[in-house]
Protein backbone atom coordinates (compact mmCIF):
# COMPACT_ATOMS: atom_id res chain seq x y z
CA UNK A 1 0.00 0.00 0.00
CA UNK A 2 1.27 3.31 -0.67
CA UNK A 3 -0.27 5.18 2.08
CA UNK A 4 -2.58 3.53 5.19
CA UNK A 5 -5.27 5.77 4.34
CA UNK A 6 -8.50 3.39 3.49
CA UNK A 7 -12.34 5.04 2.95
CA UNK A 8 -14.77 2.54 4.34
CA UNK A 9 -18.11 2.69 3.40
CA UNK A 10 -19.85 3.78 6.49
CA UNK A 11 -23.96 3.65 7.17
CA UNK A 12 -23.53 3.62 11.31
CA UNK A 13 -25.02 0.24 10.78
CA UNK A 14 -22.96 -2.53 13.11
CA UNK A 15 -21.63 -4.33 10.46
CA UNK A 16 -19.60 -0.79 9.62
CA UNK A 17 -19.14 0.26 12.77
CA UNK A 18 -16.70 -2.59 13.81
CA UNK A 19 -15.64 -2.51 10.81
CA UNK A 20 -14.14 2.01 11.85
CA UNK A 21 -12.94 0.17 14.96
CA UNK A 22 -11.27 -2.74 14.06
CA UNK A 23 -9.84 -0.97 11.08
CA UNK A 24 -8.10 1.38 12.98
CA UNK A 25 -7.10 -0.64 16.28
CA UNK A 26 -5.81 -3.96 14.72
CA UNK A 27 -4.61 -3.10 11.40
CA UNK A 28 -3.55 0.40 12.30
CA UNK A 29 -4.93 2.15 9.25
CA UNK A 30 -6.22 5.68 8.69
CA UNK A 31 -10.00 5.50 8.48
CA UNK A 32 -12.12 7.80 6.21
CA UNK A 33 -15.67 6.85 6.42
CA UNK A 34 -18.27 8.02 4.09
CA UNK A 35 -21.90 7.55 3.71
CA UNK A 36 -23.38 7.87 0.26
CA UNK A 37 -27.25 8.97 0.73
CA UNK A 38 -28.98 7.43 -2.32
CA UNK A 39 -32.42 9.28 -0.48
CA UNK A 40 -32.85 7.42 2.67
CA UNK A 41 -32.24 9.63 5.50
CA UNK A 42 -32.83 12.71 6.74
CA UNK A 43 -30.81 15.74 7.53
CA UNK A 44 -31.43 14.62 11.02
CA UNK A 45 -30.01 11.19 10.54
CA UNK A 46 -27.21 11.80 8.23
CA UNK A 47 -25.91 14.30 11.58
CA UNK A 48 -26.38 11.44 13.69
CA UNK A 49 -24.28 9.04 12.01
CA UNK A 50 -21.39 11.46 11.21
CA UNK A 51 -21.22 11.53 15.12
CA UNK A 52 -20.96 8.10 15.50
CA UNK A 53 -18.29 7.87 13.20
CA UNK A 54 -16.69 10.57 14.85
CA UNK A 55 -17.08 8.57 18.22
CA UNK A 56 -15.67 5.79 16.34
CA UNK A 57 -12.49 7.47 15.77
CA UNK A 58 -12.42 7.94 11.99
CA UNK A 59 -10.18 10.39 10.77
CA UNK A 60 -12.49 11.95 8.72
CA UNK A 61 -16.47 12.01 7.75
CA UNK A 62 -18.14 12.44 4.55
CA UNK A 63 -21.46 12.63 3.30
CA UNK A 64 -21.73 11.56 -0.52
CA UNK A 65 -24.84 13.36 -1.83
CA UNK A 66 -26.02 11.08 -4.82
CA UNK A 67 -30.14 11.17 -4.41
CA UNK A 68 -30.72 12.66 -8.04
CA UNK A 69 -28.15 10.80 -9.65
CA UNK A 70 -29.45 7.95 -8.47
CA UNK A 71 -32.54 8.20 -9.11
CA UNK A 72 -31.88 9.71 -13.03
CA UNK A 73 -29.60 7.03 -13.79
CA UNK A 74 -31.12 3.76 -12.21
CA UNK A 75 -34.25 4.18 -10.41
CA UNK A 76 -35.86 5.70 -13.54
CA UNK A 77 -35.35 2.81 -15.69
CA UNK A 78 -36.82 0.59 -12.91
CA UNK A 79 -39.49 2.79 -12.98
CA UNK A 80 -40.31 2.81 -16.69
CA UNK A 81 -39.97 -1.26 -16.43
CA UNK A 82 -42.17 -1.89 -13.63
CA UNK A 83 -39.16 -4.05 -12.31
CA UNK A 84 -40.31 -6.23 -9.54
CA UNK A 85 -37.76 -9.38 -9.04
CA UNK A 86 -39.53 -12.83 -8.63
CA UNK A 87 -42.96 -10.39 -9.43
CA UNK A 88 -42.08 -9.19 -5.31
CA UNK A 89 -39.16 -7.06 -4.76
CA UNK A 90 -38.75 -3.34 -6.46
CA UNK A 91 -34.67 -3.58 -5.91
CA UNK A 92 -34.04 -1.47 -3.04
CA UNK A 93 -30.97 -2.45 -1.96
CA UNK A 94 -29.51 -4.20 -5.54
CA UNK A 95 -30.05 -0.76 -7.28
CA UNK A 96 -28.84 1.44 -4.36
CA UNK A 97 -25.72 -0.45 -3.67
CA UNK A 98 -24.80 -0.43 -7.44
CA UNK A 99 -24.90 3.12 -7.12
CA UNK A 100 -23.48 3.81 -3.52
CA UNK A 101 -20.28 1.56 -5.36
CA UNK A 102 -19.45 3.99 -7.84
CA UNK A 103 -20.04 7.17 -5.61
CA UNK A 104 -17.55 5.50 -3.22
CA UNK A 105 -14.91 4.10 -5.70
CA UNK A 106 -14.78 8.44 -7.23
CA UNK A 107 -14.19 9.40 -3.15
CA UNK A 108 -11.07 6.84 -2.48
CA UNK A 109 -9.53 7.93 -6.12
CA UNK A 110 -10.30 11.32 -5.02
CA UNK A 111 -8.42 11.39 -1.56
CA UNK A 112 -5.55 9.25 -2.84
CA UNK A 113 -6.32 6.30 -0.70
CA UNK A 114 -4.87 3.18 -0.74
CA UNK A 115 -7.81 0.68 -0.07
CA UNK A 116 -11.14 0.41 0.38
CA UNK A 117 -13.72 -1.33 3.02
CA UNK A 118 -16.84 -1.99 3.43
CA UNK A 119 -18.77 -4.41 5.85
CA UNK A 120 -20.39 -7.30 3.42
CA UNK A 121 -20.62 -10.62 4.83
CA UNK A 122 -18.91 -13.54 2.81
CA UNK A 123 -22.97 -15.04 1.84
CA UNK A 124 -24.75 -12.41 0.12
CA UNK A 125 -24.71 -10.16 -2.81
CA UNK A 126 -23.72 -6.91 -1.45
CA UNK A 127 -19.93 -8.28 -1.40
CA UNK A 128 -20.69 -9.01 -5.38
CA UNK A 129 -21.77 -5.43 -6.13
CA UNK A 130 -19.18 -3.59 -4.08
CA UNK A 131 -16.49 -5.47 -5.33
CA UNK A 132 -17.06 -5.44 -8.87
CA UNK A 133 -17.50 -2.03 -9.04
CA UNK A 134 -14.41 -1.29 -7.43
CA UNK A 135 -12.74 -3.68 -9.21
CA UNK A 136 -13.35 -1.54 -12.60
CA UNK A 137 -13.77 1.77 -11.11
CA UNK A 138 -10.20 1.40 -9.48
CA UNK A 139 -9.10 -1.16 -9.35
CA UNK A 140 -5.35 -0.04 -8.01
CA UNK A 141 -7.42 -0.06 -5.00
CA UNK A 142 -7.03 -3.06 -2.32
CA UNK A 143 -10.42 -4.35 -1.32
CA UNK A 144 -10.65 -5.14 2.47
CA UNK A 145 -13.60 -6.79 4.10
CA UNK A 146 -13.13 -7.27 7.91
CA UNK A 147 -16.73 -9.59 8.52
CA UNK A 148 -16.29 -11.38 5.38
CA UNK A 149 -12.90 -12.55 5.74
CA UNK A 150 -13.36 -13.35 9.91
CA UNK A 151 -16.91 -14.90 9.03
CA UNK A 152 -18.20 -12.83 12.41
CA UNK A 153 -21.28 -13.34 13.49
CA UNK A 154 -23.49 -9.98 14.85
CA UNK A 155 -23.04 -11.01 18.60
CA UNK A 156 -19.22 -11.51 17.87
CA UNK A 157 -19.17 -7.61 16.28
CA UNK A 158 -20.93 -6.54 19.30
CA UNK A 159 -18.73 -8.01 21.74
CA UNK A 160 -15.71 -6.15 20.16
CA UNK A 161 -17.22 -2.90 20.30
CA UNK A 162 -18.54 -3.75 24.26
CA UNK A 163 -14.66 -4.39 24.92
CA UNK A 164 -13.49 -0.92 23.10
CA UNK A 165 -16.51 0.92 25.38
CA UNK A 166 -19.45 1.05 22.85
CA UNK A 167 -22.54 -0.67 23.90
CA UNK A 168 -25.21 -1.84 21.97
CA UNK A 169 -28.04 -3.58 22.64
CA UNK A 170 -28.70 -6.89 21.03
CA UNK A 171 -32.24 -6.28 21.00
CA UNK A 172 -31.41 -3.06 18.88
CA UNK A 173 -28.75 -4.65 16.54
CA UNK A 174 -30.44 -7.73 16.15
CA UNK A 175 -31.80 -6.47 12.47
CA UNK A 176 -29.47 -5.02 9.81
CA UNK A 177 -31.28 -2.51 7.99
CA UNK A 178 -30.59 -0.63 4.82
CA UNK A 179 -32.74 2.56 4.38
CA UNK A 180 -32.55 4.16 0.51
CA UNK A 181 -35.07 6.24 -1.71
CA UNK A 182 -36.94 3.32 -3.70
CA UNK A 183 -36.97 1.05 -0.14
CA UNK A 184 -36.22 0.00 3.05
CA UNK A 185 -35.01 -3.97 3.26
CA UNK A 186 -35.01 -5.42 6.61
CA UNK A 187 -32.95 -8.51 7.49
CA UNK A 188 -32.86 -10.59 11.02
CA UNK A 189 -32.87 -14.40 12.41
CA UNK A 190 -36.22 -14.53 10.95
CA UNK A 191 -35.59 -13.84 7.21
CA UNK A 192 -33.03 -17.02 7.85
CA UNK A 193 -35.73 -19.35 8.10
CA UNK A 194 -38.18 -20.43 5.65
CA UNK A 195 -41.26 -20.00 7.68
CA UNK A 196 -41.03 -17.10 10.27
CA UNK A 197 -42.70 -13.90 9.62
CA UNK A 198 -40.73 -10.56 10.49
CA UNK A 199 -42.42 -9.13 14.06
CA UNK A 200 -43.85 -5.88 13.39
CA UNK A 201 -41.41 -3.89 15.26
CA UNK A 202 -38.73 -5.04 13.27
CA UNK A 203 -40.23 -2.82 10.69
CA UNK A 204 -39.04 0.62 10.69
CA UNK A 205 -42.06 2.61 9.85
CA UNK A 206 -45.11 1.87 12.16
CA UNK A 207 -48.31 1.32 10.65
CA UNK A 208 -50.48 5.39 12.19
CA UNK A 209 -53.38 5.51 9.86
CA UNK A 210 -56.90 2.87 9.93
CA UNK A 211 -58.76 5.42 7.72
CA UNK A 212 -58.65 5.03 3.83
CA UNK A 213 -57.69 7.91 1.71
CA UNK A 214 -57.33 8.53 -1.87
CA UNK A 215 -54.31 10.16 -3.64
CA UNK A 216 -53.93 11.63 -7.21
CA UNK A 217 -50.38 10.46 -9.04
CA UNK A 218 -49.58 12.92 -11.85
CA UNK A 219 -47.37 10.63 -14.76
CA UNK A 220 -45.74 12.68 -17.70
CA UNK A 221 -43.72 10.59 -19.77
CA UNK A 222 -43.43 7.64 -17.71
CA UNK A 223 -42.07 9.99 -14.62
CA UNK A 224 -44.37 10.57 -11.58
CA UNK A 225 -44.04 14.36 -11.01
CA UNK A 226 -47.30 15.71 -9.11
CA UNK A 227 -49.43 14.32 -5.93
CA UNK A 228 -52.93 15.49 -5.69
CA UNK A 229 -52.32 17.96 -7.84
CA UNK A 230 -49.04 19.35 -6.76
CA UNK A 231 -46.21 19.59 -8.80
CA UNK A 232 -42.75 18.21 -7.72
CA UNK A 233 -39.65 16.76 -9.04
CA UNK A 234 -39.72 13.05 -9.18
CA UNK A 235 -37.30 12.57 -6.57
CA UNK A 236 -39.35 14.47 -4.12
CA UNK A 237 -42.66 13.17 -5.02
CA UNK A 238 -41.23 9.71 -4.47
CA UNK A 239 -40.02 10.70 -0.66
CA UNK A 240 -43.66 12.62 -0.34
CA UNK A 241 -45.64 9.51 -1.42
CA UNK A 242 -43.52 7.56 1.16
CA UNK A 243 -44.03 9.46 3.77
CA UNK A 244 -47.76 9.42 3.38
CA UNK A 245 -48.17 5.76 2.65
CA UNK A 246 -45.72 3.87 4.79
CA UNK A 247 -47.87 5.24 7.84
CA UNK A 248 -50.65 2.43 6.12
CA UNK A 249 -47.73 -0.01 6.69
CA UNK A 250 -48.17 -0.41 2.31
CA UNK A 251 -45.37 -1.88 0.73
CA UNK A 252 -44.08 -4.97 3.64
CA UNK A 253 -43.00 -8.28 2.03
CA UNK A 254 -40.66 -10.83 2.26
CA UNK A 255 -38.42 -11.48 -1.58
CA UNK A 256 -37.65 -14.91 -1.49
CA UNK A 257 -35.07 -15.60 -4.35
CA UNK A 258 -31.22 -16.81 -6.16
CA UNK A 259 -28.34 -14.71 -5.15
CA UNK A 260 -25.70 -13.76 -7.11
CA UNK A 261 -23.38 -16.57 -5.36
CA UNK A 262 -25.80 -19.21 -5.72
CA UNK A 263 -27.76 -19.94 -2.89
CA UNK A 264 -31.09 -19.33 -2.10
CA UNK A 265 -32.27 -15.65 -0.12
CA UNK A 266 -35.01 -14.66 2.11
CA UNK A 267 -34.89 -10.89 2.83
CA UNK A 268 -37.62 -8.56 4.09
CA UNK A 269 -38.49 -4.97 3.08
CA UNK A 270 -40.70 -1.96 3.13
CA UNK A 271 -41.13 -0.06 -0.25
CA UNK A 272 -44.54 1.90 0.25
CA UNK A 273 -43.80 4.79 -2.47
CA UNK A 274 -42.02 2.01 -5.17
CA UNK A 275 -44.77 -0.59 -4.52
CA UNK A 276 -47.50 2.26 -5.23
CA UNK A 277 -45.78 3.54 -8.29
CA UNK A 278 -44.70 0.26 -10.15
CA UNK A 279 -48.56 -0.66 -9.62
CA UNK A 280 -50.25 2.84 -11.03
CA UNK A 281 -47.49 3.30 -13.56
CA UNK A 282 -47.89 -0.14 -15.28
CA UNK A 283 -52.06 0.77 -14.88
CA UNK A 284 -51.03 4.01 -16.73
CA UNK A 285 -49.11 1.91 -19.57
CA UNK A 286 -51.66 -0.89 -19.48
CA UNK A 287 -53.78 2.07 -21.00
CA UNK A 288 -51.39 4.06 -23.19
CA UNK A 289 -49.17 1.18 -24.59
CA UNK A 290 -49.61 -1.03 -27.70
CA UNK A 291 -50.16 -4.80 -26.89
CA UNK A 292 -46.67 -5.25 -28.46
CA UNK A 293 -45.17 -2.53 -26.29
CA UNK A 294 -45.94 -4.12 -23.10
CA UNK A 295 -45.03 -7.52 -24.44
CA UNK A 296 -41.16 -6.50 -24.99
CA UNK A 297 -40.75 -3.98 -22.26
CA UNK A 298 -41.85 -7.20 -20.17
CA UNK A 299 -39.43 -8.81 -21.47
CA UNK A 300 -36.38 -6.38 -21.30
CA UNK A 301 -37.62 -4.77 -18.50
CA UNK A 302 -36.88 -8.07 -16.58
CA UNK A 303 -33.19 -8.85 -18.26
CA UNK A 304 -32.36 -4.96 -16.71
CA UNK A 305 -34.19 -6.19 -12.92
CA UNK A 306 -32.01 -8.83 -13.25
CA UNK A 307 -28.59 -7.54 -14.44
CA UNK A 308 -29.06 -4.68 -11.71
CA UNK A 309 -29.70 -6.99 -9.04
CA UNK A 310 -26.58 -9.39 -10.36
CA UNK A 311 -24.02 -6.46 -10.52
CA UNK A 312 -24.03 -6.29 -14.60
CA UNK A 313 -24.80 -2.59 -14.60
CA UNK A 314 -22.10 -1.95 -16.64
CA UNK A 315 -23.02 -4.42 -18.76
CA UNK A 316 -22.66 -2.57 -22.10
CA UNK A 317 -26.22 -3.75 -22.83
CA UNK A 318 -27.82 -2.26 -20.16
CA UNK A 319 -27.46 1.83 -22.38
CA UNK A 320 -29.38 0.09 -25.01
CA UNK A 321 -32.48 -1.36 -22.76
CA UNK A 322 -32.61 1.83 -21.02
CA UNK A 323 -33.00 3.71 -24.19
CA UNK A 324 -35.58 1.45 -25.19
CA UNK A 325 -37.57 1.60 -22.21
CA UNK A 326 -37.23 5.61 -22.24
CA UNK A 327 -38.45 5.99 -26.22
CA UNK A 328 -41.44 3.91 -24.98
CA UNK A 329 -42.27 6.59 -22.19
CA UNK A 330 -43.69 8.92 -25.10
CA UNK A 331 -47.24 8.91 -23.85
CA UNK A 332 -47.16 7.42 -20.76
CA UNK A 333 -48.97 10.30 -19.04
CA UNK A 334 -51.98 10.94 -16.50
CA UNK A 335 -52.91 10.77 -13.06
CA UNK A 336 -53.72 7.42 -11.22
CA UNK A 337 -55.82 7.19 -8.41
CA UNK A 338 -54.80 5.16 -5.22
CA UNK A 339 -56.87 4.32 -2.62
CA UNK A 340 -54.70 3.39 0.70
CA UNK A 341 -55.92 1.12 3.51
CA UNK A 342 -53.62 -0.20 5.69
CA UNK A 343 -51.27 -3.12 4.85
CA UNK A 344 -52.65 -2.19 1.32
CA UNK A 345 -53.83 -0.15 -1.93
CA UNK A 346 -56.48 -0.45 -4.69
CA UNK A 347 -55.45 1.13 -7.84
CA UNK A 348 -58.51 2.68 -9.04
CA UNK A 349 -58.20 4.27 -12.38
CA UNK A 350 -56.70 6.25 -14.92
CA UNK A 351 -57.07 9.76 -17.23
CA UNK A 352 -55.37 10.31 -19.85
CA UNK A 353 -55.43 12.01 -23.31
CA UNK A 354 -53.55 9.13 -24.88
CA UNK A 355 -55.49 6.57 -23.38
CA UNK A 356 -56.41 4.14 -26.15
CA UNK A 357 -59.87 2.80 -24.39
CA UNK A 358 -61.28 6.38 -25.14
CA UNK A 359 -60.65 5.46 -29.30
CA UNK A 360 -63.94 5.38 -30.65
CA UNK A 361 -63.70 2.15 -32.46
CA UNK A 362 -66.13 0.61 -29.76
CA UNK A 363 -66.21 -0.58 -25.70
CA UNK A 364 -65.92 -3.80 -25.07
CA UNK A 365 -68.28 -6.27 -24.84
CA UNK A 366 -70.30 -3.71 -25.55
CA UNK A 367 -70.46 -2.15 -28.81
CA UNK A 368 -68.42 -2.21 -32.49
CA UNK A 369 -68.17 1.18 -34.05
CA UNK A 370 -65.98 0.52 -36.92
CA UNK A 371 -66.43 -2.91 -38.10
CA UNK A 372 -69.63 -5.64 -38.80
CA UNK A 373 -70.41 -9.09 -37.10
CA UNK A 374 -69.71 -10.22 -40.79
CA UNK A 375 -66.01 -8.98 -40.61
CA UNK A 376 -65.69 -10.20 -37.44
CA UNK A 377 -66.92 -14.01 -38.62
CA UNK A 378 -64.30 -13.46 -41.61
CA UNK A 379 -61.72 -12.30 -39.52
CA UNK A 380 -62.19 -15.45 -36.59
CA UNK A 381 -62.48 -18.10 -39.86
CA UNK A 382 -59.13 -16.64 -41.32
CA UNK A 383 -57.17 -16.34 -37.96
CA UNK A 384 -58.34 -20.23 -37.11
CA UNK A 385 -57.01 -21.46 -40.69
CA UNK A 386 -52.82 -22.65 -38.92
CA UNK A 387 -54.96 -24.69 -36.58
CA UNK A 388 -57.75 -26.02 -38.75
CA UNK A 389 -54.33 -27.01 -41.19
CA UNK A 390 -52.53 -28.86 -38.01
CA UNK A 391 -55.68 -30.67 -36.78
CA UNK A 392 -56.48 -31.96 -40.38
CA UNK A 393 -52.95 -33.19 -41.48
CA UNK A 394 -52.53 -35.10 -38.16
CA UNK A 395 -55.95 -36.34 -37.79
CA UNK A 396 -55.27 -38.24 -41.01
CA UNK A 397 -51.72 -39.21 -39.60
Given at each position: MKNNKVVLAFSGGLDTSY?????????????????????????EELSAIEQKAINLGVASHVTLEKTNEYYNNIIKYLIYGNVLKNNTYPLSVS????????????????IGASAIAHGSTGAGN????????????????EIITPIRDMSLSRKEEIDYLAKHGLALEWQKAQYSINKGLWGTSVGGAETLT???ALPEESYPSQVEKSTSEVIALQFEKGEIKGINGKKLDPVS????????????????DIHVGDTI?????????????????????????????SKWQLHWKEQLASWYGMFIHEAQYFEPVMRNIEKFLEDTQTNVTGTVTVELHPYRFIVQGIESKYDLMKSGFGDYGEKNNNWSGDDVKGFIKIMANPMKIYKHVNDKA
Open positions: CAKYLANEKALEVHSAIVNTGGFSKAERIYQAIALAEYANKDQVRFDLVFQLLAPELSHLAIQQLEEIANKYGIGRIGIKGRVGFEAAAASIIIKAHHLLEKHTL
